[in-house]
Each structure stands twice: as C-alpha cells, then as structure tokens.
C-alpha cells in the first residue's frame, strides 16, 4: 500500500507544473533523495571577503534520504550567518511547515578534544515522519575566512539524484580564479560584467551512482569544481596560494617569532641532549620528553586556526593543538641545533589524497618532519604514545607540503608496503579424544597491522583488554586463559601478542574419524560480491602479508586419511600459499598470504575475486585422520 501510495502522489506531482520539477523519471530509481534544483552562489568582494548564497529543493523519498532534510549551517568569528530559511511542501504542492528563527537551532560545534573553539552551527530541522515529501532551503553567509573557496559537488554521496544545480561565482576585475573541473560533462561559462568576471558551472539529470566493491574515491565518481584563490587575505594576513611555493611562505609568515623557548627550557634541552651518542637519539630524546610533558587540546579561534601559538605559551601550559606543539617541538630542536620543518597533511585512514597540482588548504593537520643524514624522521606531536619516525595510517603514504624557509614543496611520508604490515603468528595446538585443544600462540604484529593492539594495550584496562580480545579473535568457540602484550618503539614499531587458550570442537570427531580443519584464526570465509559490466577502476589501499605456522599434536593412535594438496596462487593483486605436513601424530600448517596495494582496470575484477575465492577454498580444506583400530 505504500508502494502504490508513492507511485500515485509521483505520478500527480509529475503532471502539476507548479511543482513538477523532476521530468526525468529515472531519476528517482534506486534514489533516496532527489535534489530538484540546487543554486551557489559565491561573490568575491576583495581578497578578505565574500558573500555565499545557497538555495536548494530536495524531494525526500524515503527514511533514508531523511538527513537531507536537515540543513546544517557552520559559522565562526571570521563567518557570518545573514539568514536561514526552511520551508517543507507534500508533493502536492501543500505548505507543511516554514522554521521561524527560533525553530533554527544554534549549537557549539567544538571539537570533543577541544578546549575552546569559536565554531558554531546552525540546524534547519524539516524531518516528516511519512514519505515522500518536499524541502527547500535558503541561507546566505558572509565571509572574512578566504582560505577557502567552494568545493562544488552537488552530487556528494551515493543513492542521490541531482536534476539540476548550478554553481556561479563573481570575481573582482583583476582578481584570480582557479578552478579544476572533474568528470564534467561541460566547461565553464565565462561572462564580463562591469568590475566582475562571473564563471558559471551547471550539472544536469545525474541519475544516483551505484556503489562497487574496492571502488575510487567518491570525488572520482562524480562530476564537480574545486577551485581557490590565487590572492587571499586572512585577518590582515595576506598571501598568494597560486603555487605551492607561496602557500607555504604564507604559513611561514603565520609562523614567524613564535619559536622563542624560556631560558629555563632551553637548558633542559642542553642537559637532555648532552651525552647523545647520534642525531637521531637527540630527536626521539626531545620528541619524548614533549610527549611526557605536553598533551594535545585543540584551540580555534579565528586566525588561530592556522597560526599556532607561541613556544613559550606551550611551555608554559602544557598543552596545544597540532601547530603549537609542532612548533614547540621544533623550537626545543632547534635550540639543539636539529633543523626540522612543519609538514601540513590530511589526516586520516582511508582520506581522499590531495590534488597534488592544483595549489591550495587541502589539509587539517600539522606534523613536523626532521631532515636526517640518510632520511626524514617524522613526528606526530600531538601523540603521547607514537614511536618517532612512524606515521601509520594517520599520515602515512600520502603528500604532505613541506613548510621551508624559502616556502613550501610537496613531498611524500613514508610508503608502507605489503613486507612493512606484517602479521606473523606461530601456535602449537594440543588436541583431545574430544576435538578439544590447548593453544598457545604468539603473534607479532609490525606496522599498520599494529596499531589497533598497540592502541588497546595503552588505552584500556586489563579487563577491557581481555572483552576486546573477544571480540577479534576469529575463533568459534574459545576462552583465552592468558595473555599480553609486548610493544616494541621504532621507525616501524611492533606489538607481540601472546595468548594461552582453551579451544572447544577445534576438531570434530565423527566415529573413528578426526576432521580437522587447519586454518586456526585466519580463514577467509566470504569474497565480495560479483559485479557485471564494472565501471570503475578497482582500488585497493592496503598492503601486508600475513604468516601463520600452527603445529597440531593430536591424540596417539591415529593415521593419515587424507591431506590436501598443497596451494600456489600468484597474481599481480597478492600471493598465497599454503601446505600441510604430517609427521606421526604431528601436523604442521603454514599458510602465507601477501596482499599488494594498486590501482587496476574494471575488467580485472573477475580475476581477483577468482583468486580470492580460491583463497577460500583452500582456507576451508581439511585434513582427515582415521583411528587405528586393533
């Protein structure tokens, strides 16, 4: 009933042309929402001030394209709010509500490890309890903060159709825009008014983006502008951001003076580093007395969000945000004569990368990096806990723009392969007339493949720890008698898990047979889904290798019924291989996957699904012994 209640209300709304926006039918298949119509606005006035106007209408399907009816407007000190307006309709046409101002929420939008932050937001709450249904909204911001220019994609997330948006922005005659169009169907178009140059960008009929296993970066499947300034003015700090070169004489003029150390400091610096027998001891001796003296609290007020404090006011309070206490420690470096230089990132596991050639605030982080004789030494100060010289999947294997005295240049963090994330297990398992076990294993994990145990190993309690164990260790029937943790710091740090456990049916007994089924805690049970007529490239962000070399002792009395062969697969996504010894009652299994990361053609797909799937296959496979019987 709600399926022809829907179809009918479409169907009336199609033929209405007070409200009849969305002609192309099809565009609501597999659509959650449906933006109708979507206008930017942004009017440059100088390089320190614009003006963004935004209109839109969204026809709200289903509870699952409900948060579009929710407008969320940020502000701050250096970003005004002008006005708010939100309006629902049925499909009909039929007013349902129009937000008041005091219908329009104004909350805090500090951070959770924030100690204080200007930002605030704004909330327009249109959400109908029945579907489908209409919203339009309309606000206008002023703007002091032009670091920032739109990012303009209208189609922003999956199961969303767009039947029209458009993006146009007014430049001062003589004043720069940049631009980089991706997958759009059409250029720009260029218009001369009198003291302006309006660019204008329009999408049209963008029917919802379906979702693929290992897919792109969402960006890459849709078609937007992302554009910046070349002139720019923050808070009396002007700056030119048309190469990167001059983006980071920007930060440096952010930067200048803000390295003065107190003189009580800058002796314990002298002492501390004293008796280093190298460089490098000198830098993880003042990375660690900053982490054990220093914690990190993020503080954003106007300017302040790009400048950080003074060395001094660090020193003095023990606490910052990503800029202070890179500066900080990059001051204490110098007082030791170790040149180091600010490093601005994007952050995050599994981020979007940069776009590394077109120049502009692509970043939200801060990380120091330390020139060495051999290499680069990087450090994540706003950790208490992180080895120097790591950077993990927070910061590494991505460009970072390097912030020198003669201003900024792209480089790359450190690259971890398959060899780097490394997990390699070895257990010995004793089995009973029941199937049951003993297991004891140690694993070592290196890499990115530590960072989860390390975190749990430093953040929770024992008992947590224990739950956590639980809750990862892919064993069906189990209890852990024992266990700990061992980390190892360095440039590729590592965690040594060692667990004592009971293991329940590891085996089945079936009359006078054992199957026993080899693979102890690292079976791949599943592939992803097969898809036909692949459109996008296949992806794939993660690298490590995985050993695992698990003895069976298993009851007296017992022969060899049947073995598996041994496996070899080698293919350009990852190798594995597999096999199985028996000697007397003793049962050797060593396993060996290695996944590469890379970027390959749609119609590759098959081919690494086949080669996981006889990953599965052999995963799966059992050795059979029978009992001797007198």
């Known amino acids: 009933m709600k399926q022809l209640s829907f179809i009918l209300a479409l169907a009336l709304w199609l033929v209405m042309p007070c409200i009849a926006l969305a002609q192309n039918v099809t565009l609501f298949k597999g659509a959650n929402a449906v933006i109708n119509s979507e206008d930017t606005e942004f009017t440059v006035h100088s390089p320190a001030s614009a003006t963004i106007l935004f209109k839109t209408r969204i026809t709200i399907l289903n509870e699952y394209g409900a948060s579009r009816a929710k407008l ?31 219908d329009i ?20 709450d249109l959400t109908q309890p029945t579907y489908p249904y209409v919203v339009e909204f309309e606000y206008q911001t002023t703007n002091s903060n032009m670091l920032f ?56 009929n963008l029917e919802p983006v379906r979702s693929e296993p290992y897919a792109p ?22 700056g030119n951001m048309s190469t990167w070169q001059n983006y980071g004489q920007w930060i440096n003029k952010l930067n200048k003076g803000r390295d003065v150390l107190p003189e009580a400091t800058k002796a314990k610096i002298a002492a501390l580093v004293a008796d280093a027998p190298t460089t490098e001891e000198k830098v993880e001796r003042i990375y660690k007395y900053m982490q054990n003296n220093t914690r990190y609290i993020s503080i954003q007020l106007g300017i302040g969000g790009w ?57 939200n982080h801060v990380i120091l990096s330390v020139p060495m004789q051999q290499d680069t030494l990087w450090l994540e100060c706003t950790s208490q806990i992180e080895s120097a010289g790591y950077a993990g999947s927070h910061t590494g294997s991505r ?24 997990r390699h297990r070895s257990a010995v398992v004793t089995l009973d007339e029941k199937g049951n076990g ?66 329940r049916q590891c085996a089945t007994i079936s009359g006078k ?84 990361k890379g970027r390959f053609k749609p119609e590759v797909y098959a081919q690494m699904l086949e080669f996981m799937n006889n990953i599965v296959k052999a995963d799966g496979q059992q050795v059979v012994f029978v009992k001797n019987i007198p």
């Open 217 to 238: 970066p969402f960006a890459e499947m849709v078609p937007g502008v992302r554009t910046a300034p070349s002139d720019f003015e923050v808070e009396g700090y002007a």
């Open 105 to 124: 929420s104004d909350i805090s939008n500090i951070s959770n490890f924030s100690l204080f932050e200007d930002n605030r937001i704004k909330i327009a």
């Open 149 to 204: 220019y739109p990012a303009w994609f209208p189609q922003d997330s999956e199961r969303l159709s767009v039947e029209k948006a458009t993006l146009k922005i007014s430049m001062p005659t003589g004043l720069e825009l940049r631009y980089r169009e991706l997958n759009m169907p059409a250029g720009v178009a260029r218009a001369t008014e009198v003291g302006k140059e309006i660019y204008t960008w329009q999408l049209e």
């Open 72 to 102: 969320y407007v940020p502000y701050n000190k250096l970003t005004k709010v002008n006005y708010i307006k939100a309006t629902s309709y049925t499909l009909s046409g039929s007013k349902i509500k129009t937000l008041k101002s005091k």
């Open 438 to 503: 003993k297991a004891r294993v140690q694993t070592r994990y290196t890499g990115l493949e530590h960072e989860d145990r390390r975190d749990v190993m430093l953040s929770a309690s024992a008992e947590d720890q224990r739950k956590w164990l639980y809750r990862n260790i892919s064993i069906p029937s189990f209890e852990v008698n024992d266990f700990s943790f061992a980390l190892q710091k360095g440039r590729l740090p590592q965690v040594t898990e060692t667990l004592d456990m009971s293991l």
């Open 307 to 363: 400048q950080p404090f003074e060395a001094s006011f660090v020193d003095s309070k023990g606490y910052g945000d990503c800029k202070a206490l890179t500066n900080y420690t990059q001051a204490m470096l110098s007082e030791a004569g170790i040149a180091s230089h600010h490093a601005l990132i994007r952050a995050g596991e599994d981020i979007e990368p940069i776009l590394a050639d077109f120049p502009g605030q692509q970043f």
């Open 513 to 596: 047979r054992i199957f026993l089924a080899p693979n102890l805690m690292n079976k791949w049970t599943s592939i992803p889904n097969s898809v036909e007529n692949r459109k996008w490239d296949v992806v794939r962000a993660s690298a490590y290798t995985n050993t695992d070399t698990i003895v069976y002792e298993l009851p007296a009395g017992y022969a060899l019924e049947h073995k598996p062969n041994d496996t070899t697969y080698k293919t350009e996504f990852g190798d594995f291989t597999s096999s199985i010894k028996v000697e007397g009652n003793k049962v050797t299994y060593v396993r060996t996957l290695q996944m590469h």
């Open 399 to 422: 460009k970072a723009l390097l912030v020198t005295p003669d201003g900024g240049k792209l480089v790359n963090t450190p690259d971890y392969m398959a060899v780097d994330n490394a």
